[in-house]
Structures are given as structure tokens and as C-alpha cells.
């Protein structure tokens, strides 16, 4: 056999999402990478051999879609791909292909792909010298030496070569106070699945199962027991199996005994259960995963360990480096061999209809959270972290923890953190304590999101400026029938958002204040019965768009309104309230009703970017109502909270306030922000963010998508010499962060963004620019870098 030495700064074992995320940032971060990976293909669990698309916090928050790197693969490949993504079973190799490319793309990164980790070599007692590794199929062995290693395996392979304590199986309630977890510690972890899709064919295609396949008889094995056939085409997540079996140890069993059921799954829909036998009929299975995907195995113990109450109580972390929102999803150990699958799909998807679930779903829901640096950072080897499902978090807090979306995060910031400390010289415990204010600036200028930090860079020269703008959006509401793009918010079919317009619960709608007086606001109301109604109100300051609390503190106002029989009536709500002068341009203010049967609130056709409305799922806890949508409501007069400003509030989403400047739409592009400074600046680069692809899950979005919201055709231009001159223009774009490295350093008073198009939508708009001289460039562009003209 051949053996090769190759020597590294970063080693990144593990070709996931997290591991991938993590080697793009180290070397865009300037480090000399090598990413291993054991399948041919990247991506891991999301890849094409498994099929899990990504899941993270934006399936229960709207505009909490992760950014940074993932996000940029996430557009791209919508942008590319002609195919629809709904759940699992449905990725194709252009996901594969998007990720390869960025590989590829990526200078100083090296790839061993089909490269099984065979061992660990250690320099002393607390840090690794070298991996050991097999390229299969080549009879290389190869001797890959680093000096930081991040596991990104799942299983921990290299932290367990290399020594490290870690946790398998879940702990007991007592031991953290954990309300997910079981009673007693055991060694229960949740399955691995494997998935599958069927074509339709045109005709009938018939289909006979081997002798070694489970045969189902019992419907109620499927409909009242959490394993709904939702889709004849496929994608369900329940085909899982973990206990009786050994994640690691028994994971061919595991493929093996998935394999029977998912075609035993098949045989029922197609041949006996008389809900989808008929639907099923022209369907023909198609493709059958054999790389089960694994949700859990060895959690390697930190410098901190994650429990559940930091992730229901939103802990605040001095070293936050990513955030989560799924919600605690423990899936019921067995998975296809228990009673159940987990308590909320045992309800069919509708657990707050359920009384003995609805303390279970409110207990559930959590983030947005913050995460920690320091799970990922290993106890027992000094040059040695972890990203992705296998960091420093207890079994219940997994539950939520180890989805990809989250992961990507954890990967990303792994990247980051690991070239400062090669940077700075600094060890592990010195990234905490003296750094980790460079790895959040790093993270957010690289378009991530923390919801404890926001751009505090000093060099960054367009925090010195004044900022105007050609126009700004004046809201004076939204309308049922107002048209409006909002491309890419159907309904996510696995999980149906709660989106009844019927005042059943509390139901709490976003109003994003400029300042001064509101005087009235309006809501678009049906009353169903034949007298008139009343209707209790409220309007609430909330600390930021996922504050959920039911009373969030003393109303600004109280009142109520008398709603008379009819249909979409305008009712108005006469306020005359001066504002607090704590309320700036952009705070966001929520206007609540109290519960009535007898009327409807009616969505609005048009989602305003951050003005999303909840519902009451308990007395104390609220959540998203619909998709994001905003409820039909007028105000008056009309609030300016999308002001130029608003492009230095330090924060690129929606959250304490808009952070989004919005020109009026009645106006035609192109529309344009601009920079003044009171003295000439030296700029070389200049980094703009625009808005999309934020309210949902990426599931949402159809082929070939592109986000209305997103400018497609937009140009910079500087005034020198007495003159606007163009410093660079791009044409077709849909990516949500671009950053241009000018051919030469400018010296200018004045900067303008000029939107000539978007990607559908009336209104420019424009979330961050910052700015840097030569000296303080970052080197890390996000994004290539288009051709300037």
C-alpha cells in the first residue's frame, strides 16, 4: 500500500454540513485546509445518498433561516436546480454538485473524499498529531498531519481515538432538570432512517414485494400512531430504527432492517391501505436510500455542557457563536419497532387540538437559542473541536440541537474560531476569554446572524457615515387583497402551520412604529354571527419579533371595538396614543385580540419583511401564525420604520428592529442609498446585504427560484473628482451577500447602491453596507467576487 504525508493548519474530519461549513471558513479565514470525508459525495445526511433536506429554526420562526455559508448553498442550489425539494428522499445531485463547486472554489481547501479515518496519532497526551487514513479503492494510506482537528464524523471518531469523554444514550431527568428526559438515565438514543421515492409513470405499475419484507396489516400502525403516509411519493422521516440496536456498532442491521420496512411502507400504500392504493396506482418506486442517515451516537464532552433549560430558557452565552430554533424533537426510541413515533405526529400534526398535548407542544417550542463556543471545544485534547450532532449537549437538548441547519452553524463558526487561534497564537481557552469578540465579528461580516451580537467592527467605514436614501417605504398597512410577491411561502406539506382565521386563541399581529402618534389602527374583521360582537384589544412593545410571551409586559393601550355582522369589515381602533420616546424608527410594537369565536382575522395577500403575527398555543406562550404572513391591518398615519438608517443598525434580519431600508414602491427603480461622510474615506471594499430567503425553510422554495425581495441588477458608484463614477456593477444576481474587492483603493466623501432591478418586487431594499480600507480587508470574501465595469 502507498503511503502520503500531507501537513495541514486545519484538518476537518467529516464532509456533512457542519464539517463542510467548518473547511470553507477556515480557509476563506486563511488557514490551509484539508476536509476528509468517507462518501464520495458531501453534504452528508442533506447529500443525494440520504436525502434529509436541511431542517433548522425557520420551521418554527419566521425570518430565522440560517445565513452565512449554508445559506449560500442553500440559494444557490435553488437557483439552480429544476427540481422541486420537499422532504426526504427528494435531493438530487445538484445539491451535491453546489457543494462540490464551492469545494472546489475555495482556495487554500484540499478534499479527500472516499477516505475512511482508520486510526489517530497522538503528539503527546493532549493533542493529536496526525489522522490516519485509507482512500478506498486506491491503496493510499495516508498520514494527514494538522495542527487543529474539528470532528465533524456525528459518531466522534477522532475524539474517541483520541482519548475524549463522551456521552452516548440519555440522561436522567433529575441530573439537569431536564423535562424531556426520561425519568431514569438509559442507554436509549434516537434511530437512523433511510428514505425512499416513487415516479409517477403514466400508468399502472404494480408492485410485489420480496418474501424478506415486513408485511403491514394494521392501519392503525400508521394513523394513529404518528407514521402518516402523507405523500404517496415519499418522504417520511418515521422510517427510523435505533433501539434494540447499537447506532454504531449494529448500523449495517440497522440499514438492513430499515430496508425491509420501507419496502413493507411501499407495499401497504400501494397494495392495501385503501386511503392511498387508488393515488398510488401510476406510481412506481424509484429510488431506495442505503446510507442510513443517523440523528444520534456519541456526544463528545466540552468545555461546557448544553442542557435543555439553556435551550428553553434561551441562555445568554458571553461566547455565542451560532443559534437554533427547532423545536425539542426527541424521537420516540425504536422508532418503527415502538408503540409511537414522537407525541406530536402520534397527533397527527395537529397536537394543539389535543389536550394531552398541548402542555407537551408549548413545552417544545424554544429559540431562538444561542450556542455556545465552548461545546464545541474538547475537554480532553487541546487542538481538537467538534461540529454537528456529536458536540457537548445532553440528550434532550440534541433534540433540537443536532438538526443541519443548526449544525451548518456550529461548523461555521468551528472554521472561524480555528483560524483566529492559529492567527492569534492563541490556545483554546484564550478564544473564549480574549477573542471571541474577533470570531463574532468574523461571523456576522461573513452574513451570519447572532441574536446577541450584532457589527461592532471598527474598521468598518460605514459606520461613520450619515445614510439618505432616493425614497423610503411609507406603511400604512396591508390589505387582504393587496398584491404582493410572496413566491416560495406555500405551506410546507409535512408541517402544517397553523393558519385558522378564526379568533380561537390569542392572536398577536407585528407593527413595525417610526415614532411620534399613532391615532388609529384598523383591522379587517368577519363576524359570522347575527349580532354584533366585541372584541378585546391590545397594543404591546415586545423585545424583539420572536418574543412569544402572551403579556409581554404593561399594554401601551387597552381597549376594545364592536364588530357588527358582516364580511371583511374595516373596524377601527381609535388610539390617539403618543409613543414612548424609547421607541425608535423601526421598533416593534404588537397589536393582540382576545379570543372570539365569532370573528376572523383575515391574512393579508402581502407580507410586510418582518411584520409576521402569532397565536396563543398556552396561557404564557404564543407562536408564528400561517407562514410568516401578516395579518390585514391598517394604520394610521402610515409608519416610516424602513428608513435608510436602518442599513447601519448592525443586524441584517428582522428582529429588535427592521434593519431593512425599503424605497416606495410607487416610485420607479432605480432607487438608491447613499453614504455621506464628513471627511474623504480610503474604501477598497465594500460588502452589501440584501434581504430573501429568510421567512422559511428552503423547503418552501420552488425550482429555479430566485427571491423577489433580492436586487438583480444594482451598481456602486463613488463621487470623485466632482463626478459620480461607477466603481462596480453586477447584472443577474439573487445571492443575499456580495462583496467587492475594487480594482484600486477609492478616496470619496460620498457612496451610492443603486438598484436598477430586482428579482421581481417594486421596492429596492438593502439590509447592510459596510465598508473597509486596504489595511482592514477582511480576505474572506463570501462570495466571488463579480466583474466590476
Given at each position: 500500500m502507498k503511503q502520503l504525508t500531507e501537513t495541514y493548519d486545519v484538518v476537518v474530519c467529516g464532509g456533512g454540513l457542519a464539517g463542510f461549513c467548518a473547511a470553507i471558513a477556515a480557509a476563506r479565514n486563511g488557514a490551509k485546509t484539508c476536509l476528509m470525508h468517507n462518501r464520495p459525495v458531501l453534504g452528508g445526511n442533506s447529500s443525494s445518498e440520504i436525502g434529509v433536506t436541511p431542517h433548522g429554526a425557520a420551521a418554527f420562526h419566521a425570518y430565522a433561516r440560517e445565513t452565512g455559508i449554508i445559506s449560500e448553498a442553500l440559494i444557490e442550489e435553488r437557483a439552480r436546480n429544476h427540481a422541486e425539494i420537499y422532504e426526504n428522499g427528494w435531493t438530487n445531485s445538484v445539491w451535491d454538485m453546489v457543494l462540490y463547486d464551492m469545494a472546489q472554489q475555495t482556495p487554500l481547501l484540499t478534499l479527500h473524499l472516499n477516505t475512511d479515518i482508520r486510526d489517530v496519532k497522538m503528539r503527546d497526551a493532549r493533542n493529536i498529531e496526525s489522522i490516519i487514513a485509507i482512500v478506498?479503492?486506491?491503496?493510499?494510506?495516508?498520514?494527514?498531519?494538522?495542527?487543529?482537528?474539528?470532528?465533524?464524523t456525528g459518531d466522534g471518531i477522532v475524539a474517541d481515538a483520541a482519548g475524549c469523554q463522551w456521552r452516548m444514550g440519555s440522561e436522567g431527568r433529575d441530573e439537569f432538570n431536564e423535562p424531556h428526559a426520561p425519568a431514569q438515565a438509559n442507554s436509549d438514543t434516537m434511530g437512523s432512517s433511510i428514505h425512499f421515492l416513487a415516479r409517477n409513470v403514466g400508468g399502472p405499475a404494480p408492485f410485489v414485494p420480496p418474501d424478506w419484507a415486513v408485511k403491514h396489516e394494521d392501519a392503525s400502525y400508521f394513523y394513529k400512531q404518528g407514521r402518516l403516509p402523507k405523500d404517496v411519493r415519499g418522504g417520511f422521516w418515521w422510517i427510523e430504527i435505533g433501539v434494540p440496536y447499537h447506532t454504531i456498532y449494529d448500523a449495517e442491521k440497522i440499514r438492513h432492517e430499515l430496508t425491509r420496512h420501507a419496502l413493507g411502507v411501499w407495499d401497504w400504500m400501494k397494495n392495501k391501505d385503501p386511503k392511498t392504493m387508488e393515488v398510488a396506482k401510476n406510481y412506481a418506486l424509484d429510488w431506495i436510500g442505503?446510507?442510513?442517515?443517523?440523528?444520534?451516537?456519541?456526544?463528545?464532552?466540552?468545555?461546557?455542557?448544553?442542557?435543555?433549560?439553556?435551550?428553553?430558557?434561551?441562555?445568554?452565552?458571553?461566547?455565542?457563536?451560532?443559534?437554533?430554533?427547532?423545536?425539542?424533537?426527541?424521537?420516540?426510541?425504536?422508532?418503527?419497532l415502538a408503540k409511537t413515533s414522537e407525541p406530536s405526529a402520534a397527533a397527527g400534526g395537529h397536537e394543539d387540538e389535543y389536550d394531552t398535548f398541548s402542555d407537551y407542544s408549548a413545552m417544545s417550542y424554544c429559540g431562538p437559542y444561542g450556542v455556545p463556543l465552548r461545546v464545541m471545544l474538547t475537554k480532553d485534547v487541546d487542538n481538537l473541536m467538534t461540529a454537528g450532532r456529536n458536540v457537548s449537549v445532553s440528550h434532550a437538548a440534541l433534540g433540537t440541537v443536532r438538526v443541519m441547519g443548526t449544525t451548518a452553524l456550529m461548523g461555521e463558526a468551528a472554521g472561524v474560531a480555528a483560524a483566529v487561534s492559529l492567527a492569534r497564537g492563541h490556545d483554546f481557552d484564550q478564544l473564549v476569554t480574549e477573542d471571541i469578540g474577533e470570531i463574532q465579528q468574523r461571523l456576522l461580516a461573513n452574513g451570519c446572524f447572532l441574536p446577541n451580537a450584532k457589527n461592532r467592527d471598527s474598521h468598518d467605514l460605514a459606520r461613520l457615515a450619515k445614510v439618505t436614501a432616493s425614497s423610503e417605504l411609507a406603511v400604512h398597512g396591508v390589505a387582504p387583497e393587496t398584491p404582493g410577491h410572496h413566491d416560495g411561502l406555500k405551506v410546507w406539506k409535512d408541517q402544517p402551520q397553523y393558519s385558522i382565521e378564526r379568533l380561537e386563541t390569542r392572536r398577536g399581529q407585528l407593527i413595525a412604529a417610526s415614532s411620534g402618534k399613532i391615532e388609529s389602527i384598523e383591522l379587517c374583521l368577519t363576524n359570522e354571527s347575527e349580532t354584533v360582537e366585541s372584541l378585546e384589544l391590545r397594543l404591546h412593545t415586545v423585545n424583539h419579533i420572536w418574543d412569544y410571551c402572551?403579556?409581554?409586559?404593561?399594554?401601551?393601550?387597552?381597549?376594545?371595538?364592536?364588530?357588527?355582522?358582516?364580511?371583511?369589515?374595516?373596524?377601527?381602533?381609535?388610539?390617539?396614543?403618543?409613543?414612548?420616546?424609547e421607541i425608535t424608527p423601526g421598533t416593534f410594537l404588537r397589536v393582540d385580540t382576545l379570543p372570539n369565536k365569532h370573528l376572523h382575522w383575515h391574512a393579508a395577500a402581502k407580507i410586510i419583511p418582518g411584520h409576521m403575527a402569532m397565536y396563543a398555543i398556552s396561557p404564557n406562550r404564543m407562536r408564528r401564525f400561517g407562514n410568516g404572513h401578516?395579518?390585514?391591518?391598517?394604520?394610521?398615519?402610515?409608519?416610516?420604520?424602513?428608513?435608510?438608517?436602518?442599513?447601519?443598525?448592525?443586524?441584517?434580519?428582522?428582529?429588535?428592529?427592521?434593519?431593512?431600508?425599503?424605497?416606495?414602491?410607487?416610485?420607479?427603480?432605480?432607487q438608491w442609498v447613499e453614504l455621506q461622510w464628513p471627511t474623504p474615506q480610503k474604501i477598497r471594499e465594500i460588502q452589501l446585504v440584501f434581504p430573501g430567503h429568510l421567512v422559511r425553510e428552503y423547503h418552501a422554495y420552488g425550482p429555479y427560484y430566485r427571491d423577489p425581495q433580492c436586487p438583480r441588477d444594482y451598481s456602486l458608484e463613488a463621487w470623485v473628482d466632482s463626478a459620480w463614477v461607477r466603481v462596480a456593477e453586477v447584472r443577474d444576481n439573487y445571492q443575499r451577500l456580495r462583496r467587492h474587492l475594487l480594482p484600486e483603493e477609492i478616496t470619496t466623501d460620498r457612496l451610492r447602491a443603486i438598484v436598477s432591478a430586482t428579482n421581481g418586487d417594486p421596492s429596492s431594499a438593502i439590509y447592510e453596507i459596510r465598508c473597509h480600507a486596504s489595511e482592514s480587508i477582511s480576505g474572506n470574501p463570501a462570495i466571488k467576487n463579480p466583474t466590476a465595469k
Open positions: 478506498q479503492n486506491a491503496e493510499i494510506e495516508l498520514h494527514i498531519a494538522g495542527r487543529i482537528f474539528i470532528d465533524c442505503q446510507v442510513p442517515g443517523k440523528r444520534e451516537s456519541r456526544r463528545v464532552i466540552g468545555r461546557y455542557f448544553m442542557t435543555e433549560p439553556d435551550v428553553l430558557n434561551k441562555t445568554v452565552f458571553q461566547d455565542e457563536i451560532a443559534f437554533g430554533g427547532w423545536f425539542v424533537d426527541l424521537h420516540t426510541p425504536g422508532g418503527l402572551t403579556e409581554p409586559g404593561a399594554p401601551l393601550a387597552s381597549g376594545s371595538i364592536t364588530v357588527p355582522p358582516g364580511s371583511k369589515q374595516w373596524v377601527r381602533w381609535e388610539l390617539n396614543l403618543e409613543l414612548p420616546r401578516t395579518l390585514a391591518y391598517r394604520i394610521t398615519p402610515a409608519q416610516r420604520p424602513f428608513d435608510p438608517a436602518q442599513i447601519l443598525s448592525g443586524v441584517t434580519r428582522p428582529h429588535r428592529t427592521t434593519n431593512l431600508w425599503i424605497s416606495e414602491p410607487a416610485q420607479p427603480l432605480p
